[in-house]
């Protein structure tokens, strides 16, 4: 019985990340990316379908990470929290 009360909290807790991850994609990423992740943005990558999202994510808020649009990115994720970040990290990374 804990175990299905474990196996039901972890499934709860994964479906309400992944719903505030849309939620935050689409307030702070989609009129760049896209709403699926696959539409170039203005440096010419779609974000669909990669990987590593939350380290670019962390090197974009501390100045480590970066081209051309680093400054924009900089400013987009500069009042994200760390939550914030990892929440819409794992949203991208799912994006087919």
Not at 21 to 48: F, P, R, W
Not at 58 to 81: E, H, P, R
Request: hydrophobic share 45%; net charge positive; glycine share 14%.
């Amino acid at each position: 019985m804990v175990k299905k009360l474990v196996l039901l909290s972890v499934i709860g807790l994964s479906s309400l990340m992944a719903a505030n991850g849309a939620k935050l994609y689409a307030a702070k990423c989609a009129e760049c990316h896209g709403g699926d992740g696959k539409e170039t943005s203005v440096a010419g990558k779609a974000i669909a379908g990669g990987s590593g999202a939350l380290a670019k994510l962390n090197g974009y808020k501390n100045g480590t990470f970066g081209g051309d649009q680093k400054a924009i990115m900089q400013a987009n994720v500069a009042a994200l929290s760390d939550s914030e970040i990892s929440t819409i990290a794992s949203y991208v990374d799912s994006l087919k």
